[in-house]
């Protein structure tokens, strides 16, 4: 999964690393050679930020439910 990461990072224009990219109102992983058709939220106080809840229920998503 980490290794996912990096490679997607690898990817991204340096403007858009560490920003969250959406798509309307919702969080996306983008695709990278279609960055133009989302909107970058570089955050603020009290603007979106997903729990970590969120984020997991992200995580199973994509990568399925761990081995034990």
């Not at 996306?28 to 939220?41: E, M």
């Amino acid at each position: 999964m980490i290794e996912d990461a990096e490679n997607f990072i690898a990817k991204l224009p340096s403007d858009a690393v560490g920003v969250i990219i959406m798509d309307g109102e919702k969080p996306v992983q983008p695709d990278v050679n279609a960055l133009d058709k989302y909107r970058r939220n570089p955050g603020a106080p009290a603007s979106f930020r997903p729990s970590s809840l969120d984020i997991a229920h992200a995580m199973l998503e994509s990568y399925g439910e761990p081995k034990p």
